[in-house]
């Protein structure tokens, strides 16, 4: 299940998905305001099988560090993760979107980014 596969995220990101603020980003509140992003889906799946490395800015606090890939999931591991970091600790998807599916997934492993195309992925998504 997704709460499961999270095991191997709470180190980084805590079981509170509160994250540590300067060094790892919180996932409480910050999930559902990148999925209200045109793009922000996408962005999601593209951080989990890619990593992300690059200047970001969540509420407030910058955070500069790296986030390995998880290309190693399987399509339906990285699915349950998305949709359990989607649904936890308040945050909620917004209306209208379905949940995450391992064919959602699958359909991104065709890009093959790195972490620094997906941290300019990122500004492109106009968070704030
Ligand atoms: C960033 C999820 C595992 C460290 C992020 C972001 C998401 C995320 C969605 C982007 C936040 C944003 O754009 O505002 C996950 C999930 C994980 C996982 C679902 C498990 C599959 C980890 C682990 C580490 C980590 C194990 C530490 C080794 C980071 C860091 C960033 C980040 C440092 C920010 C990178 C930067 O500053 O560019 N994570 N994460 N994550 N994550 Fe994770």
């Known amino acids: 299940t997704g709460a499961t ?3 191997q995220c709470q180190g980084c990101h805590q079981t509170t998905g509160q994250g540590i603020p300067g ?12 999925l209200a992003a045109k793009g922000g889906r996408a962005y999601l799946i ?18 500069n560090g790296a ?14 993760v998305l ?7 308040g945050n ?9 599916t391992a064919a959602e997934v699958k359909a991104q492993r065709a890009k093959k980014l790195t972490p620094a195309q997906v941290a300019a992925e990122r500004q492109k998504l106009g968070l704030r």
């Open 5 to 7: 596969v999270y095991q």
């Open 23 to 34: 060094a790892f980003p919180p996932l409480a509140g910050n999930v559902q305001a990148i």
């Open 67 to 80: 986030m390995p890939a998880f290309a190693q999931l399987s399509d339906n591991q990285a699915a349950a």
């Open 83 to 89: 949709n359990h970091v989607s649904t936890s600790w």
């Open 92 to 100: 909620k998807l917004p209306q209208g979107q379905k949940a995450f």
């Open 46 to 63: 593209h951080v989990v099988l890619y990593g992300l490395q690059g200047p970001i800015k969540v509420k407030g606090q910058t955070y």
